[in-house]
């Protein structure tokens, strides 16, 4: 149990379009979802955290308008990368968190593949 | 100084070695979470725990709340061992995982 995907895996881009990032939990309801960017050699780096049915939190220096976050299910959220420039290029991770079968809560994060964008 | 250290960064071992990779944290936590991240990029969770010790297969992991340091073990070492293992912590109060660096293993067969 306790399986997260992400789609796609992998996009390539071109400069100034915008690209969409799912992420979903597929058996079990995540109340949080968090996003990650993880550049070449570095650590996780997180960029917001979204709870369903309300507005993200985003990390300071992540611009919200750049990286819109939709959690509008307990089994999906979204991340839409506008305007995308070859900056932005990078590997993006969710993770979520929340109820297992019988209501049982989740403390640990369960991991997406993960999503490697490059913006040309 | 980061809250979550780990050491070594980097380990190469051989085929069939006891591996031991160290994590020590400064915050109080309420759990502590193992991480194996494949060149692949993909994310596995390994571990959570808060106390004692946890073992899954050839993986063994354990933490003593009182030092504020864990440890993850990987008995008889394999090349698929070979991955970037994170350690990140949960601290009180905040649902948001404080990462270590990694520690980026190489088993050489």
């Known amino acids: 149990g306790a399986v997260v995907s992400q789609h796609p895996s992998w996009v390539i881009c071109k400069s100034g379009t915008s690209v969409k990032i799912e992420c979903r939990s597929l058996?079990?309801?995540?109340?949080?979802m968090f996003w990650y960017r993880q550049f070449p050699k570095q650590s996780l780096m997180l960029m917001a955290t979204?709870?369903?049915?309300?507005?993200?939190?985003?990390e300071q220096g992540v611009e919200k308008d750049k990286f819109l976050i939709n959690h509008a299910s307990l089994t999906l959220s979204t991340l839409t990368v506008t305007s995308a420039h070859p900056e932005d290029s990078s590997f993006y991770i969710c993770?979520?968190?929340?109820?297992?079968?019988?209501?049982?809560?989740?403390?640990?994060?369960?991991f997406g593949p993960g999503t490697r964008l490059t913006v040309l | 100084k980061n809250e979550v250290e780990q050491s070594p960064q980097n380990l190469t071992a051989q085929e069939g070695e006891f591996i031991t990779i160290n994590c020590s944290y400064s915050?109080?936590?309420?759990?502590l979470h193992w991480l194996q991240q494949h060149p692949g990029g993909g994310i596995v969770s390994l571990f959570m725990?808060?106390?004692g010790k946890k073992k899954h297969g050839r993986l063994i992991a354990t933490i003593n709340i009182q030092e504020k340091h864990s440890s993850l073990h990987i008995t008889a070492s394999h090349p698929r061992d070979s991955a970037v293992y994170i350690c990140?912590?949960?601290?009180?109060?905040?649902?948001?995982?404080?990462f270590g660096t990694g520690t980026r293993l190489t088993i050489i067969p």
């Open positions: 993770s979520a968190r929340g109820l297992g079968s019988g209501g049982s809560s989740y403390n640990e994060q369960f």
């Open positions: 058996d079990f309801q995540a109340t949080t």
């Open positions: 979204s709870n369903e049915g309300s507005k993200a939190t985003y």
């Open positions: 915050v109080g936590i309420s759990a």
């Open positions: 725990l808060s106390s």
């Open positions: 990140a912590a949960t601290p009180f109060g905040n649902e948001k995982l404080t």
